[in-house]
């Protein structure tokens, strides 16, 4: 009977070829989506415009939102789930009264630096972004030309939203 082990290399390279089978499968449709966003015919501009709002609304309504916030909006979806994590855990804390020891969670749900401190080491990037957030609002309120194309991002945002989720398109 042969006995086979196998080293860090052969592991390296079987995630290599996965992860090259799963990139070139995947060029055929980011190809579509590009010539889709290439490819919109119309003779007035804003009708070209509202056809592009229509076939890609969630591609303005990320690009708008990241124009309003700056670069803050990176970090909102990791708070955003780290919190629904925390909140999921209580409440399955609630549903089993008292089964499960909740002093843990609570002294870190309730702790002042909860924020920046749910994954070790992260609080560096954590403190750049938001360097990098104050620096973006200060040179957007200083500037006014930004600060209009900031608050029509925004109205642009708002706009796509409401008419993609609330009356559909």
């Given at each position: 009977m042969?006995?086979?082990?196998?080293n860090?290399?052969?592991?390296?390279?079987q995630l290599?070829?996965l992860a090259?089978l799963?990139?070139?499968?995947?060029?055929p449709?980011?190809?579509f989506y590009v010539y889709?966003?290439?490819t919109i015919?119309?003779t007035?501009p804003?009708?070209i415009?509202?056809?592009?709002l229509?076939?890609?609304?969630?591609?303005?309504?990320c690009?708008?939102t990241v124009?309003?916030?700056g670069?803050?909006?990176?970090?909102?979806?990791?708070i955003i789930?780290?919190?629904t994590c925390?909140?999921v855990?209580f409440n399955?804390?609630?549903?089993f009264h008292g089964?499960?020891?909740v002093?843990?969670?609570?002294?870190?749900?309730?702790s002042?630096?909860n924020?920046?401190?749910?994954?070790?080491?992260?609080g560096?990037?954590?403190?750049?972004?938001?360097?990098?957030?104050?620096?973006?609002?200060?040179?957007?309120?200083?500037?006014k030309p930004?600060l209009?194309?900031r608050?029509?991002a925004?109205i642009l945002?708002?706009?796509?939203?409401?008419?993609?989720?609330?009356?559909?398109?």
């Amino acid at each position: 009977m042969l006995s086979r082990t196998l080293n860090w290399q052969t592991a390296v390279l079987q995630l290599v070829v996965l992860a090259s089978l799963w990139f070139f499968s995947s060029i055929p449709g980011i190809a579509f989506y590009v010539y889709g966003a290439l490819t919109i015919s119309s003779t007035r501009p804003w009708s070209i415009a509202e056809s592009y709002l229509i076939s890609h609304p969630y591609s303005v309504l990320c690009c708008s939102t990241v124009v309003f916030l700056g670069p803050i909006s990176f970090v909102l979806p990791v708070i955003i789930l780290q919190d629904t994590c925390i909140h999921v855990c209580f409440n399955i804390i609630h549903l089993f009264h008292g089964y499960i020891s909740v002093w843990n969670r609570a002294r870190y749900y309730y702790s002042s630096n909860n924020a920046m401190d749910f994954v070790p080491g992260l609080g560096g990037i954590f403190a750049w972004l938001e360097w990098l957030a104050a620096t973006y609002n200060t040179w957007t309120t200083e500037h006014k030309p930004l600060l209009v194309i900031r608050i029509c991002a925004a109205i642009l945002g708002i706009y796509v939203a409401f008419s993609e989720f609330y009356f559909g398109w």
